[in-house]
């Protein structure tokens, strides 16, 4: 038998890469956390650029999240990203937060350095990420975003179209109360009405933005009258399940530039692999599908 080369990477049958003692972990932290498409994407990734490392699953109940998140640096991690429902437990945990994460609230992305966990949301970057790339000409500063709900993901969305240059942000949700914290969080820009006004806040915007579990696969569609929006008007979803929801179909037959969600997810990931594996990687059409056949 001949020996092995020290210099040689290792292969699995088939051909695949095996670990070596200095791969990189990184890991996706939820409950429950079988639905992730989280490390299908970062899969790709580590596999399309050849890098020494791993991306893992790993469900956390509740009440063992903040324990589980202080051991990762003992336990070798790069970084994890984190999603329902540990946000904002992830964002009380870490020993530095970026400005946006501190903003929004939440962490969604977390960096190991020196044994310190640091913290991010990515979320609306690749929000504002999915835009450029879907719709090249727009710009936040183009006219009224128009944003339904009132979650974390409204939260980054509106962090991110202020940060991007929008200069009025209209925000509805059917608790009106909810909407007027994140107002209350972001500033003056950000300008609250009842879901009674959609018609009068649709009238001259230039995006409208779903960030709302309505049309998601078992739940009820949006009944939105789209009516009054210009037909010049982007109209996005973050909702990918299913891809084209009943809000962009609606939009599309009417001339509607329309973007899906799932761009959002994969461009959100972006950061954080570049930040624990050293490559920034690309979302490819290739990609999309990967994940979409997940």
Not at 66 to 92: D, I, M, S
Not at 140 to 156: C, D, I, Q, T
């Amino acid at each position: 038998m001949t020996e092995a080369n020290d210099n040689m990477p290792l292969t699995a049958l088939g051909g695949l890469p095996l670990l070596s003692g200095q791969a990189r972990v990184a890991a996706v932290i939820g409950w429950p956390i079988s639905h992730s498409r989280s490390p299908r994407l970062h899969g790709y990734w580590l596999r399309e650029y050849a890098i020494d490392g791993a991306y893992v699953p790993l469900a956390v109940p509740p009440e063992a999240v903040e324990q589980a998140l202080r051991a990762l640096p003992a336990l070798g991690f790069v970084g994890a990203n984190v999603t329902l429902p540990h946000k904002e437990a992830a964002a009380r945990v870490c020993e530095t937060l970026t400005d946006r994460a501190r903003r929004i609230g939440a962490v969604n992305t977390l960096v190991v350095r020196d044994g310190v966990l640091h913290g991010d949301n990515t979320d609306g970057y690749g929000f504002i990420e999915n835009l450029r790339q879907q719709v090249p000409n727009w710009r936040a500063a183009n006219g009224p975003a128009f944003v339904l709900g009132s979650g974390g993901s409204a939260r980054a969305v509106c962090a991110a179209l202020l940060e991007a240059g929008a200069r009025e942000v209209r925000l509805l949700n059917r608790t009106l109360s909810r909407a007027e914290a994140i107002a209350e969080a972001l500033g003056p820009a950000i300008r609250c009405a009842p879901l009674s006004e959609c018609s009068r806040a649709m009238a001259d915007a230039a995006l409208l933005v779903n960030t709302t579990s309505l049309g998601m696969t078992g739940q009820p569609p949006l009944d939105l009258d789209l009516e009054p929006l210009p037909n010049d008007a982007v109209v996005t979803d973050l909702v990918y399940a299913p891809l084209e929801t009943t809000l962009l179909a609606m939009a599309r037959d009417r001339g509607n530039p329309v973007v899906d969600g799932l761009g959002m997810l994969l461009h959100q990931a972006r950061p954080g692999f570049k930040a624990w594996f050293g490559q920034d990687p690309e979302v490819t059409d290739t990609l999309r599908q990967v994940v979409l056949n997940d």
